[in-house]
């Protein structure tokens, strides 16, 4: 159901919450996705270790 | 790279499908400049704006922005060993923006009076005069970064060495060029908040314009080298062929690294709008289909190749993003536009308007061939080995 909103204020408290939470698991998703993404080079510099 | 004058026949199946569309092409030309818009395209007052400012300018500029990403990435990021790249970054970015203004003097119609915002009667506060001005001023500046290569051709070394010298101004000129009217494009679709579907309307539209411009020029310069490679290899040095596939996997890694942002920043534009409830309706699965297709699996998709160093797939998933960039353009500027105009009076393409469109880009391609075919795009010229 959808959530009713009476007063501006009330949208943005949920709007920009609702961003801050999304923002707060992007920067996390980078630092994952930065992992994941050199995994095998930093594999590779081990190995030649 | 060879060095000799290949004497093979202008009749191969490539040159007779680019004569026909050609042909075409040249006669629509007439009829458009001799009948006007009503003669060869669907345009109303509804849309004004449509497949010739939604593919040959949106796209367009958005597909040339490799050139901006290229350059700045070897001469202001300092990746020299890429710098091979460069050439036919720039030599696609110009021939892109060049084949822009051409396409929009189909739009606009009367060529000669392109140049009245600029110098006879500008409107500072418009979106569109700072785009017209950025466009005018970048093509300038790419124009002056290809000169090299033509000049080295010419074998005009002095003017060739003075351009040279001014490379790093211009690349940063052409950064600052780029940022501003990539995201002016987006910009433009502000002014029409009751026509563009909530899903693809958000204050952020300048934001994603630029961010997923960053995604198609680096996903364009793959794209472009991967047919180089297979119609100009024999115009390629080894420097360009044994720098090639790093080259592609860094682009990879860098697309899939933008992509994951763009995901991001448009799963905050719906937040911030609180646009969740449209994603159950037939648009809102339109819009699942372009961020699920079209950025989400090439971010994947390139994050895998990158990583596994999977050149095939680097390459198709570059084929698969620009396509993404297409379908994001033709969503703003005409599937979400006009959304709730009842189907009779929505927009929808003459087979003029897409032949005209297609002319144009078989335009891009031949001159891009003849260049690069004669020019040093793919190899350094002998005078300047030393320089790299």
């Not at chain 2, 569309?21 to 345009?43: K, Q």
């Not at chain 2, 144009?360 to 350094?380: H, W």
């Amino acid at each position: 159901m959808e959530h009713a909103f009476f007063t501006l204020q009330d949208f943005l408290t949920h709007t920009k919450g609702s961003v801050y939470i999304l923002m707060g698991l992007a920067l996390a998703g980078f630092v994952g996705w930065w992992r994941f993404l050199v995994a095998r080079d930093e594999e590779n510099h081990k190995n030649v270790r | 790279m060879s060095t000799e004058t290949n004497k093979t026949s202008l009749i191969t199946p490539f040159n007779v499908i680019a004569f026909v569309i050609c042909s075409v092409g040249l006669y629509l030309t007439v009829l458009r400049f001799t009948g006007g818009l009503a003669a060869v395209s669907n345009l109303t007052d509804y849309n004004p704006w449509g497949l010739w400012i939604g593919f040959d300018l949106l796209c367009g500029v958005a597909l040339a922005a490799g050139g901006y990403v290229t350059s700045s990435a070897v001469y202001l990021f300092g990746l020299k060993k890429y710098h091979g790249a460069v050439r036919p970054a720039i030599l696609t970015a110009f021939l892109g923006y060049a084949f822009v203004v051409i396409a929009l003097h189909y739009d606009v119609g009367r060529p000669w009076r392109l140049v009245y915002p600029l110098f006879w009667q500008q409107g500072p506060t418009s979106v569109l005069f700072e785009i017209g001005l950025c466009v005018f001023l970048y093509l300038s500046v790419l124009f002056l970064e290809f000169c090299p290569a033509a000049l080295e051709w010419l074998g005009l070394k002095k003017l060739r060495n003075l351009l040279h010298s001014a490379t790093i101004a211009l690349t940063i000129m052409g950064v600052v060029l780029s940022t501003m009217h990539q995201s002016s494009l987006g910009a433009l679709y502000l002014m029409a908040p009751s026509k563009l579907h909530p899903l693809w309307y958000s204050g952020y539209l300048p934001v994603f314009f630029f961010v997923s411009s960053a995604v198609a020029g680096l996903s364009m310069v793959i794209f472009e080298g991967t047919l180089s490679h297979r119609w100009l290899h024999h115009k390629m040095d080894n420097h360009y062929l044994n720098e090639h596939d790093n080259f592609v996997f860094s682009f990879a890694r860098a697309a899939s690294w933008v992509l994951l942002g763009y995901f991001f920043i448009k799963v905050f534009g719906i937040a911030a709008d609180n646009n969740w409830k449209y994603l159950g309706t037939p648009m809102g699965s339109w819009f699942l289909v372009e961020m699920g297709v079209f950025v989400a699996l090439p971010c994947l998709l390139y994050a895998i190749g990158a990583r596994e160093r999977n050149l095939a797939l680097c390459k198709w998933t570059a084929a698969l993003a620009v396509l993404g960039i297409v379908v994001n353009r033709f969503n703003v500027s005409m599937v979400a536009f006009n959304w709730q105009l009842p189907a009779a009076e929505r927009y929808f393409p003459s087979w003029h308007e897409v032949w005209i469109s297609i002319f144009i880009v078989t335009l891009l391609v031949l001159t891009f061939r003849f260049i690069s075919t004669r020019m040093p795009i793919f190899y350094t010229h002998p005078d300047y080995q030393d320089e790299h």
